[in-house]
């Protein structure tokens, strides 16, 4: 998956828009999501931040993802937490649920991945 934050600076923002590009073979599917909230916050023992965002129209999925990150206060361990809630967004979606369900959870490793390189970069990711 590709994806673009359409903000002036590139970065997560509540309102933006993320364009996703996924190519399957020679096709290319383009779709969007909306942020609808972004926070930081330090509750006793952790810190956390990260961004939720809705689908939009049109979008294979409806639903809701939440990602942030949360570090132990004590340990410094830090974990990737993704949440997310969704059901088949278009009629093709619906008839092709297993294969769309394959192809989230595909995602959802890359996701992982990307995250996991970030942390194993000396000084790629701070909280």
């Given at each position: 998956m590709r994806?673009?934050?359409c903000t002036g600076d590139g970065r997560v923002a509540r309102g933006a828009t993320i364009v996703q590009?996924?190519?399957?073979?020679?096709?290319?599917?383009?779709?969007?999501v909306r942020v609808v909230?972004?926070?930081?916050?330090?509750?006793?023992?952790e810190r956390k931040c990260g961004f939720?965002?809705?689908?939009?129209e049109g979008h294979p999925e409806r639903g809701?993802?939440?990602?942030?990150?949360?570090?132990?206060?004590?340990?410094?361990v830090v974990d990737l937490v993704i949440e997310t809630w969704s059901r088949p967004g278009t009629?093709?979606?619906?008839?092709g649920?297993?294969?769309?369900?394959?192809?989230?959870?595909?995602?959802?490793?890359?996701?992982?991945?990307y995250f996991q390189a970030l942390v194993v970069a000396p000084g790629s990711l701070s909280l």
């Amino acid at each position: 998956m590709r994806y673009r934050v359409c903000t002036g600076d590139g970065r997560v923002a509540r309102g933006a828009t993320i364009v996703q590009r996924v190519r399957l073979g020679l096709v290319a599917l383009e779709t969007a999501v909306r942020v609808v909230d972004v926070f930081e916050w330090a509750p006793p023992g952790e810190r956390k931040c990260g961004f939720s965002y809705a689908t939009l129209e049109g979008h294979p999925e409806r639903g809701i993802a939440t990602f942030y990150v949360r570090q132990d206060s004590l340990t410094g361990v830090v974990d990737l937490v993704i949440e997310t809630w969704s059901r088949p967004g278009t009629w093709a979606t619906r008839m092709g649920r297993p294969v769309a369900r394959l192809l989230q959870r595909h995602l959802t490793s890359e996701a992982l991945r990307y995250f996991q390189a970030l942390v194993v970069a000396p000084g790629s990711l701070s909280l």
